[in-house]
Protein backbone atom coordinates (compact mmCIF):
# COMPACT_ATOMS: atom_id res chain seq x y z
CA UNK A 1 0.00 0.00 0.00
CA UNK A 2 1.49 2.76 -1.08
CA UNK A 3 1.51 5.89 1.29
CA UNK A 4 2.87 9.93 1.11
CA UNK A 5 3.60 11.08 4.50
CA UNK A 6 3.94 14.95 4.33
CA UNK A 7 5.72 17.52 7.14
CA UNK A 8 7.35 20.10 8.14
CA UNK A 9 4.29 22.64 8.17
CA UNK A 10 3.90 25.29 10.81
CA UNK A 11 3.09 28.84 11.88
CA UNK A 12 5.50 31.62 10.15
CA UNK A 13 5.83 35.20 9.71
CA UNK A 14 6.14 37.14 6.33
CA UNK A 15 9.11 36.39 5.10
CA UNK A 16 9.90 33.34 6.45
CA UNK A 17 11.03 29.87 5.65
CA UNK A 18 9.92 26.20 5.93
CA UNK A 19 11.25 23.40 4.44
CA UNK A 20 8.70 20.54 3.75
CA UNK A 21 9.55 16.77 3.27
CA UNK A 22 7.54 13.90 1.59
CA UNK A 23 8.12 10.42 2.52
CA UNK A 24 7.16 7.70 0.04
CA UNK A 25 6.52 4.58 1.23
CA UNK A 26 5.42 1.11 -0.39
CA UNK A 27 6.34 1.69 -4.12
CA UNK A 28 9.45 2.44 -5.97
CA UNK A 29 10.01 6.44 -6.06
CA UNK A 30 12.46 6.80 -8.55
CA UNK A 31 10.54 6.09 -11.78
CA UNK A 32 7.84 9.15 -10.94
CA UNK A 33 7.67 12.52 -11.85
CA UNK A 34 7.02 14.08 -8.60
CA UNK A 35 5.54 17.38 -7.05
CA UNK A 36 4.07 19.07 -4.10
CA UNK A 37 0.15 21.00 -4.43
CA UNK A 38 -1.13 22.94 -2.21
CA UNK A 39 -5.19 23.69 -1.54
CA UNK A 40 -7.14 26.33 0.10
CA UNK A 41 -10.38 25.14 1.48
CA UNK A 42 -13.09 25.96 -1.30
CA UNK A 43 -10.29 25.83 -4.08
CA UNK A 44 -9.31 23.38 -6.13
CA UNK A 45 -5.53 21.53 -5.27
CA UNK A 46 -2.50 23.99 -7.22
CA UNK A 47 0.43 22.42 -8.94
CA UNK A 48 3.04 24.00 -7.21
CA UNK A 49 6.18 22.55 -8.30
CA UNK A 50 7.36 19.98 -10.27
CA UNK A 51 10.94 17.53 -10.67
CA UNK A 52 11.43 14.88 -13.13
CA UNK A 53 13.31 11.57 -12.58
CA UNK A 54 16.20 14.07 -13.98
CA UNK A 55 15.96 16.47 -11.20
CA UNK A 56 14.69 19.30 -13.76
CA UNK A 57 11.80 21.33 -11.40
CA UNK A 58 9.60 23.11 -12.95
CA UNK A 59 7.98 26.10 -11.07
CA UNK A 60 4.18 28.00 -10.91
CA UNK A 61 4.95 31.60 -11.28
CA UNK A 62 3.46 32.05 -8.06
CA UNK A 63 6.04 30.06 -6.67
CA UNK A 64 8.71 30.98 -8.94
CA UNK A 65 12.42 32.14 -7.28
CA UNK A 66 11.07 31.63 -3.83
CA UNK A 67 9.97 27.99 -3.73
CA UNK A 68 13.06 25.04 -4.38
CA UNK A 69 11.63 21.59 -5.09
CA UNK A 70 14.01 18.53 -4.66
CA UNK A 71 14.38 14.67 -4.22
CA UNK A 72 16.38 12.14 -2.71
CA UNK A 73 15.67 8.84 -4.57
CA UNK A 74 17.51 7.02 -2.18
CA UNK A 75 15.51 7.75 0.88
CA UNK A 76 12.24 8.08 -1.50
CA UNK A 77 11.57 11.81 0.09
CA UNK A 78 10.62 14.92 -1.68
CA UNK A 79 11.48 18.25 -0.60
CA UNK A 80 9.88 21.59 -1.02
CA UNK A 81 12.03 24.50 0.19
CA UNK A 82 9.79 27.63 1.22
CA UNK A 83 11.49 31.33 1.16
CA UNK A 84 10.22 34.53 1.44
CA UNK A 85 6.68 33.18 2.43
CA UNK A 86 3.50 35.20 1.80
CA UNK A 87 0.16 35.09 3.40
CA UNK A 88 -1.02 34.20 0.04
CA UNK A 89 1.16 31.18 0.78
CA UNK A 90 -1.41 29.75 3.19
CA UNK A 91 -2.57 26.56 2.65
CA UNK A 92 -2.34 22.65 3.32
CA UNK A 93 0.46 21.36 1.14
CA UNK A 94 0.65 17.94 -0.81
CA UNK A 95 2.67 15.84 -2.44
CA UNK A 96 1.84 12.90 -5.28
CA UNK A 97 2.65 12.22 -8.49
CA UNK A 98 2.88 14.93 -11.15
CA UNK A 99 -0.46 15.01 -12.65
CA UNK A 100 0.54 16.56 -16.05
CA UNK A 101 3.01 13.83 -16.73
CA UNK A 102 1.22 10.62 -14.78
CA UNK A 103 -2.35 10.00 -15.13
CA UNK A 104 -3.15 7.11 -12.00
CA UNK A 105 -2.24 9.69 -8.92
CA UNK A 106 -1.23 7.93 -5.54
CA UNK A 107 -3.55 8.11 -2.52
CA UNK A 108 -3.02 11.18 -1.11
CA UNK A 109 -1.63 11.80 2.13
CA UNK A 110 -2.69 14.06 4.92
CA UNK A 111 -0.97 17.01 4.33
CA UNK A 112 0.86 19.82 5.94
CA UNK A 113 -0.83 22.96 7.00
CA UNK A 114 1.24 25.92 6.43
CA UNK A 115 0.06 29.43 7.73
CA UNK A 116 1.74 32.86 6.91
CA UNK A 117 1.00 35.41 9.38
CA UNK A 118 1.15 38.87 8.02
Known amino acids: QVQLAESGGGLVQTGGSLRLSCVVS????????MAWYRQVPGNQRELVAR???????IYADSVKGRFTISRMNVWKTLFLQMDSLKPEDTAVYFCNKDRQVHSNMFSWGQGTQVTVSS
Open 26 to 33: GTTFTGYN
Open 51 to 57: IDTRNNP
